[in-house]
Every structure is written in C-alpha cells, then in structure tokens.
C-alpha cells in the first residue's frame, strides 16, 4: 500500500492537482486487471471455450459441412464403445506412451546424473543434449521415417549387416510402436535430463558427501537420495509426459507417411490420429471426434492424478 | 514479504557457485567425472545429433545413390535445396517467409502479454491475485489439442480457414509465459524500484515500460526464443486450419514428404534440412540462455 504514497502527498490541492490523484487512484485500482486481463479473455476464447464446446458438440449428431446439427444425448459415446478402431487406438496410444515414456526418464535421469558431476565444457554438454529438442516434429518424422525405411533404411541396413533377419516396420504393432517410440524418446530424453539436472543441483551436497564417507555406493546413493529428492520433478515430467504422449499424433502420422490410418491395419494409429481421420477425412464426423476428444481429456485427467495421487503417497510415506 | 523478496535484487543463476575448495579426498572425488563420464555423454550426443548430421547427408546427395551404403556426403546440397525451394506444390518458398511472420507475431505477443501479467501478478495488490495466478498455472496443464474441432469450426464461421491470422490469434497468450515471468519478477524487480518510480509520479504503464521491462529482459528474451521455436514447429492445427496455398513451413514438409518420397526422396530431404537451419542458428547463437531458461523454469514449477 505504500505505492499510494505519492499520489497522496501535497496540502491543498488544487482542481487539477485532485483530477490527477483521481486518475492516479483509477490506475493503481484497475492496472493490474487490465495487465492480466489480455491472457485470460484469449485464453478463454480460444483455450477453455473449444474444450467445453467438445463435450457440447459430443452430444450431437453433426457433420462438418452440414448447417444442422441434432441431438442424440449419449450415442456417439454409445457407437464409440463397440467401436474396435476405437479401441485398437486407445491400445496404440497407451502402449506407446509407456514404451515410450519409462526408458525415457530413466535414461534422462542417468544423463542428469552425468551431467551434475564437475565436467568441462559443461554448456556444450547440455547443447548437445537438448539439440533433438529443437528440430522440429515434423522434420523428425521424415528423418526416423527414413531410418526405419524397410528397404533402404539404415536400421535394416544394419540388422541385415548383422545378418539378422530384416524388419517390416510398417507391419506390425510391436515394430511402429519401437520406431514411434525412438523417435519420441530422442526427442525428448534430453529435455528431460536438463529438468531433472536442474532438480538435481538444488539437493543439498553435503547428503552426498556424508553418505559417501559412511560408505554408500554411487549406485546406492542414486536411488535412496537423488531420486527421493528430485520426486517432486518426476512427477512434473510424468504428467508433463502424460498429456503429450495421450495426444500424440505427428511422429505416427509422418512415419506412416502423412497418413492417418497409422499402418495398413492401423497398427500405430494413435487416437489423435483417429480423431482426426474422423472429423476432417472420412465422415467428417465433429460429434464422433467431438466425444472422443473429450474421453481423451478426462484419461488424460485421471493419468495425471493417479500420478499425483501415487507420488503424494509415497512422499507421505518416506515422510514417517 | 515486501522486504524479503526486496533483498534478492537479481534472478539466481541456475549454475552452483564455484566449488569450494574439497576438504575430504572422499568428497571431493565424488564430482570428479571419470572418462567414462565423458564417454557416456558423447555417445549420447553423437545419437542426438546423428539424425540432424543424416538429413543433411542425405539433403547432398542425388536420388540413385539410395541404396549406397554407409552413407557418404555428394555435392549436390544446394542444387537439392533450390529444387525443394521452388517446388509448387509445396511453395516451401511461401511457407518459409509464413513461418517467419507466424513465429514472429506470436512471440512479440506472447514476450509483451505475459511480461505485462507477469509484472501485475509479482508487483501489483489487487483483490484476487492469488486465485487468478492459480488459475493461470491450471491452464498450462490443459490439453488445448482435444479443443480442436470446435476451435476448426470458429475459424469457419470467423472465415480465417486458409490465412494466417487463423495460426496466430489463438496463440498470442501463453500460460506457461506468464508463469514464468511472473517468477522472475518477483525475484528480479525490487519492490523499491517500483515504489521510486511511484514516487516519482511514474503512471503503472510507465512503471512497466521504464523500470520492469528492461529488468525483465534476460527472461523476457528466453520466452521469445522458446516462443519462436515452439510456434515455428506446430504441426497439427496449421495442417488442419491453413491450405496448401498458405502453408506454414511445417506444412510444406509434409506436402513435400507426401508427394516425392518416392519419387524424389533427396529433394524431401533436402526441404527438412532448409526447415531446420533457423532452428540451428538460433540454437548456436543463443544455446546457453535457453538452457538456462528450461532448466529455471522447470525449478520454479
């Protein structure tokens, strides 16, 4: 409250003098709403009102191009449940996010742990680390695309040098989930090793040094301090992890080159990719996608506080 | 709170002071990186940057040495690379320079609202500040993706399918920007510089434009360099919302890669390469900020 201070100051004040104090009260009032106010209206706008439309346009019966649209309460949910290209993508979606997502981390934290020991050319470390991080996806997808080609890749090119048999990797669900996945995790590991290298500094050292001389091993110092120490940051990058692995759509989509259908036998169609098929190619069907990006959300939802959940257990837990 | 946010008058590095001088053998060796160390992380750097290295081998080479293997470098980059560029279908050209003002437009927006929001949530009293700064940190956690279809059908009734206000307007805020200068400026603007300025007779704009906004710049320049490069990569909803007439960079990549993979894989290649190169150089030129804008981030959050 001292900020009013100035306006307030000077005995008498004249017509003008009180205009300006006036004004100056509005300013100090009303600033900050006006400071804050350009995020939430566009935020509202274009973030929270077309997720709340999904679960209004969920609800109908509704093609793209069509004026009309009619109310059919439940039964897109209803369709989607018998629907086994709905599952067959759900299946696709979560597999490869765990494929994906749990060497990813640990990896990320081995590389952390790397990287917080005293090194040399510590910048250019961490830059050659995070460099898959700033090409872009799409870029991404054409070059794993490429690599994981079946006959001229380099990963069969490699395999048949170790005279082991070739890989159709288009083929199956198995071989587009690793290919998927690789693509994701070299994207992402090194992000994730800079966050948790960031979590890592701020443990205090001296935990280190006293269990070094009581005789603990790296090993064993990793997992019963770091790790417990930096758990706040895991659960960050899991459910960071979460949301972007629920919703993954271009690496599958390029690999399967630009196409939604994810592999002959959609053996790699994520649900964004169906969802996508749905709406803007096959039947242009916004109430189909429309409920299946609203199950998405609430999946997404319920990941993200089991994780939560699971990890404010175990703190309590270490805590008694 | 006014006082003890006041003495820490600059935002800490993210980097540990200096070592101190190691009093026990014990402890000291437990920092030391061994060369395994090192060979750890070398590998890991020569995986992250091998498929960058091979597109821009594969961008040099002629289409009839696909199945040479090992890969080796041809001399033909930039006869591939002005091939890729004047392609029509994919007006690489266009979704280049689309890119550019997208990017552009975005970041200054989101770098000038979220310094704004920032400096109101760290320095300004208002009834509410903490519910709204909550409430900002949630949508950061919402999944604007599964919004599409709504979003797409906005657009249709706003008329902006096929231009390019319809890839900036949405993205003109960003949570995550306001988050974060919201942090630095509690910790990098002292409230005594605000209460001098106040003083002074400064109006609150004048207080944001004079004193916050040049105290704010080192984060202020990380947000616009993470902004730039996240709205320069968008895939999904410039695919969904613009044409092949108006494509952003992106775009153009996978019109490219749909239609001359097979027959004309190196000029595909050679695309991706073109997409990448204003990434890198912003990414040797400005390396260390952005780590060190990730790693501050990450700590705050």
Same mark, same amino acid.
């Given at each position: 409250m001292t900020v009013t201070a100035g306006a307030e100051t000077g005995p008498g004040p004249s017509r003008r003098q009180r205009r300006a104090t006036r004004l100056s009260r509005w300013d100090i009032r009303f600033s900050p709403y006006a400071y804050i106010a350009p995020f939430f209206l566009l935020f509202a706008a274009f973030g929270l009102f077309p997720i709340l439309y999904t679960l209004y346009a969920s609800l109908f019966r509704w093609r +793209?191009?069509?004026?009309g649209h009619q109310y059919v309460g439940l039964r897109n949910y209803r369709l989607l449940f018998v629907d086994d290209r709905f599952w067959n993508a759900m299946y696709n979606t979560v597999g490869m996010f765990v494929v994906a997502t749990i060497p990813q981390l640990l990896v990320a934290m081995w590389i952390a742990n790397l990287l917080?020991?005293? +090194?040399?050319?510590r910048t250019a470390l961490r830059m050659g680390v995070l460099?898959?991080?700033?090409?872009?996806v799409a870029a991404v997808g054409i070059v794993f695309g490429l690599l994981f080609a079946d006959r001229y890749g380099l990963i069969n090119w490699l395999l048949s040098s170790a005279h082991l048999p070739i890989v159709e990797w288009r083929l199956h669900h198995w071989s587009g989930w690793a290919a998927i996945s690789t693509m994701v995790d070299w994207r992402w590991t090194g992000y994730n090793a800079l966050i948790y290298l960031a979590a890592m500094q701020a443990i205090p050292r001296d935990l280190f040094e006293s269990a070094a001389l009581d005789g603990a091993s790296r090993w064993r110092q990793f997992w019963q301090i770091t790790v417990p120490m930096i758990r706040p940051t895991i659960l960050f990058t899991v459910i960071i992890s979460t949301i972007g692995g629920m919703q993954l759509f271009t690496e599958p989509f390029l690999f399967a080159?630009?196409?939604?259908?994810?592999?002959?036998?959609?053996?790699?169609?994520t649900i964004s990719m169906y969802i996508y098929q749905t709406t803007f190619e096959r039947n242009f069907d916004v109430g189909l996608g429309s409920a299946m990006s609203w199950l998405l959300f609430l999946v997404i939802l319920i990941l993200a506080m089991v994780n939560f959940l699971l990890v404010r257990r175990s703190v309590k837990g270490e805590a008694r | 709170m006014t006082a003890r946010t006041a003495t820490v008058p600059t935002a800490r590095p993210v980097d540990r002071p200096a070592p101190r001088i190691p009093r026990r053998g014990a402890a000291a060796r437990l920092w030391q990186a061994s060369p395994l160390t090192y060979l750890a992380l070398v590998l890991a750097i020569v995986l992250s940057a091998f498929p960058v290295i091979w597109a821009f081998i594969i961008a040099s080479r002629s289409n009839d040495a696909i199945y040479e293997y090992p890969p080796r470098p041809g001399g033909q980059l930039l006869d591939n690379m002005s091939r890729a560029l004047a392609n029509d279908d994919a007006s690489l050209t266009l979704g280049l320079a689309n890119s550019v003002i997208v990017s552009g437009v975005v970041t200054i927006s989101v770098v000038f609202f979220s310094t704004l929001a920032g400096f109101a949530f760290a320095k300004l009293r208002f009834r509410g500040r903490n519910a709204l700064l909550l409430a900002t940190i949630v949508t950061m956690m919402v999944?604007?993706?599964?919004g599409l279809i709504p979003l797409y059908l906005l657009m249709v009734r706003l008329g902006w399918t096929g231009s390019l206000q319809a890839v900036i307007v949405p993205f003109l805020v960003s949570g995550f920007g306001v988050f974060m200068m919201r942090q630095y400026a509690a910790s990098a603007v002292p409230d005594e510089l605000i209460e001098a300025a106040r003083v002074d007779g400064c109006s609150t704009w004048r207080t944001y434009w004079n004193v916050v906004l040049p105290t704010l710049r080192p984060a202020a320049s990380v947000l616009g360099l993470l902004t730039f490069m996240q709205t320069w990569n968008e895939f999904l909803w410039p695919f969904i919302v613009l044409n092949p007439d108006t494509p952003t960079v992106q775009v153009s990549l996978k019109i490219l890669a749909a239609g001359y993979y097979n027959t004309d894989y190196v000029q595909v290649f050679a695309g991706t390469a073109l997409s990448i190169i204003p990434l890198l150089v912003i990414f040797l030129l400005f390396g260390r900020q952005i780590i060190g804008g990730i790693m501050e981030g990450s700590v705050k959050a």
């Open positions: +793209l191009l069509d004026t917080n020991r005293r +090194l040399r050319a460099l898959p991080n700033i090409t872009s080159y630009g196409q939604s259908r994810g592999g002959a036998g959609n053996e790699f169609q | 999944p604007t993706q599964l």
